[in-house]
């Protein structure tokens, strides 16, 4: 069975520090895609950044950047200077070629001044 | 920008009613998703349609039911609604391409089932 494991319920990280969330999965796919979401108190679900599985390269967005490690089935998520609009629920998601996504259990970061 | 309008936010019903969740979205996406959220245990899915009139079962389907008639339209029924079924739900969609595609969703509704 597939699955998504982000052994962290809940973290916590200063203002302007940065922070890694952890997010494994397990799959026999060789091509998939992989995602984190990120989901503000009370607010909309939203796209945080997304890696394809057959890229080497790790992805990257502003603040945002992912360690992708393909053999670990690792896909963990760097926030580097973190703000406080960063407090939110962050999900892990892969993506095995069909058009469902299977969720990880998410880790509620807070960002404190 | 993809809007998912969920038409309500917060709703209560009493056990055994019947209760329909509305989705809409307005950029022509083919793939339409019902998700499950509760503490601990993530988004699981209900049901996903990737066609008008089309749809399967997801993770959970049990006690809900979906209904496709417009490609912007999803809606979401709970025939006899009980207290485990309260949870927020999460409408979504996505282009027809696949998992490759992200998903958008909506604001989310909260259903508390008395």
């Known amino acids: 069975a597939q699955t998504v494991t982000q052994s962290q319920p809940e973290m916590s990280v200063q203002e302007a520090e940065t922070v890694t969330l952890s997010c494994t999965y397990d799959?026999?796919?060789?091509?998939?895609?992989l995602f984190w979401y990120k989901q503000p108190p009370s607010r909309q679900m939203i796209l945080v950044i997304r890696q394809e599985a057959y890229k080497q390269q790790n992805a990257t967005e502003n603040r945002f950047s992912v360690n992708f490690q393909k053999a670990a089935k690792s896909f963990s998520l760097k926030i580097s200077d973190s703000q406080l609009g960063d407090t939110a629920m962050y999900f892990c998601a892969f993506g095995p070629g069909t058009y469902k996504y299977i969720f990880g259990t998410g880790t509620r970061l807070k960002v404190l001044a | 920008d993809v809007k998912v309008t969920q038409s309500s936010r917060y709703l209560v019903k009493r056990t055994g009613e019947k209760v329909f969740l509305e989705c809409v979205q307005d950029?022509?996406?083919?793939?339409m998703f019902w998700y499950r959220q509760d503490p601990g245990l993530g988004l699981r899915l209900i049901y996903f349609s990737y066609d008008v009139k089309m749809k399967e079962k997801g993770d959970i389907p049990e006690g809900y039911s979906v209904s496709r008639e417009k490609k912007e339209r999803f809606s979401l029924i709970l025939e006899s609604a009980s207290t485990n079924q309260t949870s927020m739900y999460l409408c979504?969609?996505?282009?027809?391409?696949?998992?490759?595609?992200?998903?958008?969703f909506g604001d989310g509704t909260r259903l508390s089932i008395l």
């Open positions: 979504a969609s996505s282009m027809r391409q696949g998992s490759n595609q992200p998903q958008h």
């Open positions: 950029m022509d996406h083919e793939n």
């Open positions: 799959t026999s796919e060789s091509n998939y895609y």
